[in-house]
């Protein structure tokens, strides 16, 4: 059951001492559409010529989406692209990065099930050659003495154990994937209220601003 939520009018001056009581639109009433109101004014009186009315205060729009996903790494931007495909709007949110950028010399290891997702999306065959290093054999070293484990993609009768992707260049075709996504939007901000997916799947959210 959903909790209910009493609502405490806020004063809103009109201009010229002209108060009106507003109910909604209100902070506990996000989830109602913005462009309702519910004002209360008077009774008053007052001469015509005393009361000069400024413009009425406008809340940003408000879009609606079926998921929100927090956070704009590959992971997230993968699990956005793949929503996307399967016909789900999607509000991607993205956190500004403090300070000034700096050069990405980070790289991935992706193992195969990650290779194949890439590819279904048509991100894995853009990635440049020099960016894509094929996992062959790995040796593991423990703590004691002679202590290793080895690996071998032969062995086990497979083309590579991983790859090791350059990060900058996998971040740079999920971008281009989410320029032609047609039901992501990006947000910097994402406020989610509860709502419903097909197959009655609880999901979020509403998001304001952009």
Not at 8 to 20: R, T, Y
Request: glycine residues 8%; proline residues 7%; negative net charge.
């Amino acid at each position: 059951m959903n909790a209910l939520h009493r609502l405490v009018p806020h004063i809103e001056d009109l201009g010229g001492g002209f108060n009106v009581r507003a109910l909604l639109t209100a902070a506990e009433g996000r989830a109602v559409d913005p462009t309702v109101f519910c004002d209360h004014s008077g009774p008053s009186d007052a001469e015509p010529a005393s009361i000069t009315l400024e413009p009425l205060p406008r809340m940003t729009p408000m879009q609606s989406f079926d998921v929100r996903v927090s956070g704009a790494g590959i992971v997230g931007k993968s699990l956005a692209l793949s929503l996307s495909r399967l016909g789900f709007a999607v509000a991607l949110r993205c956190e500004p990065v403090p300070g000034e950028p700096r050069e990405d010399v980070r790289a991935y290891a992706l193992n195969a099930g990650s290779v194949a997702l890439l590819s279904d999306l048509k991100v894995w065959d853009k990635l440049a050659t020099d960016a894509i290093t094929p996992v062959h054999d790995m040796l593991v070293r423990g703590d004691a003495p002679g202590a290793t484990v080895e690996f071998s993609a032969w062995e086990q009768q497979v083309g590579q154990l991983a790859f090791i992707v350059d990060a900058a260049a996998l971040e740079q075709e999920l971008e281009a994937a989410l320029r032609f996504a047609p039901h992501v939007t990006r947000c910097a901000s994402c406020e989610a209220i509860s709502g419903r997916l097909p197959n009655d799947h609880t999901s979020t959210a509403r998001v304001g601003g952009s």
